[in-house]
């Protein structure tokens, strides 16, 4: 069974700072996908990681992707509150149909001003 | 362009009762993805249509579900009878044809007392 375990569960930080959150699995995934999800919302993407050791940044936000292509981790350069809410990975199931997402709890962040 | 719609956005209901929840995609998508969150796990796959044929019901909880996309336009998700272990946020997703690029729905929250 293919699995997503997100790290930490919950953060809360001062603006400004700096802070990363992980995605481990014990199993491949063929790409990674984060998402934000704010409350009273769905999930939206940020980014799909494909390539073992693949770095993509969109502003502040910096994706690795593991050279093993088991995890993935999401910093963020001097946080701000607009970046509050709830982080998720997700990743295609191995088994059939590659379109079905396998999702993480996800990581709770709360940027205080 | 117009996302995907999702309602109700909530519904309480009583054990036993039935309770239609509706998904719009986005116009195109002939992907539409259903998904759950119950309070404390992570959102799991329920089900994938491409246009109007089920794909993948592999994550149905058991046949008090039923899914239907009438002309692959629009998806209904009916219960019944609901249960209170139904109770959670359904979301709906669509894309377009490629695996990446899911549009999320806001998601309704169905609550079973």
């Known amino acids: 069974t293919q699995l997503l375990e997100q790290s930490p569960q919950f953060l809360s930080i001062q603006e400004g700072e700096n802070l990363t959150v992980y995605c481990n699995s014990s199993?491949?995934?063929?790409?990674l996908q984060w998402y934000r999800q704010e409350p009273g919302e769905g999930p939206v993407l940020l980014v799909t990681?494909?390539?073992g050791g693949e770095v993509k940044k969109l502003k502040r936000l910096t994706f690795q992707f593991g050279d093993a292509r088991k995890d993935s981790s999401l910093h963020i350069t001097a946080a701000q509150p607009g970046d509050t809410g709830l982080y998720l990975c997700?990743?295609?199931?191995?088994?059939?149909?590659?379109?079905?997402?396998?999702w993480g709890l996800g990581t709770s962040l709360a940027v205080n001003p | 362009e117009a996302g995907v719609t999702q309602f109700p956005s909530h519904s309480v209901i009583e054990k036993g009762q039935t309770v239609t929840l509706r998904c719009d995609p986005i116009?195109?998508?002939?992907?539409l993805y259903w998904y759950r969150r119950v309070m404390g796990k992570e959102i799991k796959f329920l089900l994938h249509?491409?246009?109007?044929?089920?794909?993948?019901e592999s994550g149905m909880p058991n046949n008090r579900f039923l899914a239907e996309r009438t002309g692959g336009t629009y998806s209904t998700l009916k219960v019944q009878p609901a249960e209170l272990e139904d109770s959670g946020v359904y979301f709906c997703?669509?894309?377009?044809?490629?695996?990446?690029?899911?549009?999320f729905g806001s998601g309704t929250r169905l609550t079973v007392v």
């Open positions: 997700a990743g295609p199931s191995n088994a059939g149909n590659n379109r079905k997402l396998i």
């Open positions: 199993s491949v995934f063929s790409s």
């Open positions: 990681v494909v390539t």
């Open positions: 116009s195109g998508h002939d992907n």
């Open positions: 249509f491409v246009k109007e044929s089920k794909q993948d």
């Open positions: 997703a669509s894309s377009q044809g490629q695996f990446y690029g899911y549009t």
